[in-house]
């Protein structure tokens, strides 16, 4: 499972666009790049996929370049409910397949 | 997306107990269920992965015979943590997965072993 690089730690502002940028430069071919989202005590929720370019659901954005060592995740106008840490994971997109986590980004969102 | 639950949600024991911890898939079926392990302001380490019939196969590192994990039907997975210890405090997770690319989370047990 190809590695992935994150920023330990990101503050931000209500309102404001959070980037979060992950370097996975080992990704394979039929690896996808996943993101998801954990709040203290809970599990962590899916929050984006994808494999190139661009895409985007009713919570955020992913950006994948050509080359695909790189990702960004882009919050619009967060809110201090979005504290929270973030988590990008590269693998197969198949559901049996073993997630492996990085250390997350830790997002703190304030007022 | 579908849901999961974990039962219990915490639970306090004495050193040298067992602890069954659950994970159900509610509205479809799990094929494959994982169990995690996440200590504080630390990432989700996978202990094991777990086919529905079969046994679970264990991350290097973590005890089989302590580690107990059972996943007898498509729906639940059980984790027993055997002769636990204080070293076994931590918050277990738990995720499922079916005919579906994705895998969905349980909400976490956290276990405080005193």
């Known amino acids: 499972l190809a590695k992935t690089t994150q920023p330990i730690s990101m503050d931000s502002y209500e309102g404001q666009e959070v980037n979060i940028t992950c370097s996975h430069n080992?990704?394979?071919?039929?690896?996808?790049i996943t993101w998801y989202q954990q709040f203290p005590s809970q599990g962590p929720r899916f929050i984006i996929q994808?494999?190139?370019t661009k895409v985007t659901n009713e919570v955020a954005s992913l950006f994948i370049p050509a080359d695909r060592k790189s990702s960004t995740l882009s919050l619009p106008r967060v809110s201090l409910s979005d504290t929270a840490v973030y988590y990008c994971l590269v693998g197969p997109k198949a559901a049996g397949n073993k997630l492996t986590f990085g250390g997350g980004t830790r997002v703190l969102v304030k007022p | 997306g579908a849901v999961v639950s974990q039962h219990p949600s915490r639970v306090i024991c004495k050193s040298g107990t067992s602890v069954k911890i659950e994970c159900r898939s509610l509205d479809f079926q799990a094929t494959t269920m994982f169990w995690y392990r996440q200590f504080p302001k630390q990432s989700l380490m996978l202990m094991a992965t777990s086919n529905e019939g079969s046994k679970a196969t264990y991350e290097q590192g973590v005890e089989k015979d302590k580690f107990l994990i059972n996943h007898a039907s498509l729906t639940l997975s059980t984790l027993t943590v055997t002769s636990a210890h204080p070293e076994d405090s931590s918050f277990y997770i738990c995720?499922?997965?079916?005919?579906?690319?994705?895998?969905?989370f349980g909400p976490g047990t956290r276990l405080t072993v005193l």
């Open positions: 080992n990704i394979a071919t039929n690896d996808y």
């Open positions: 995720s499922a997965s079916g005919m579906a690319d994705e895998q969905f």
């Open positions: 994808g494999y190139k």
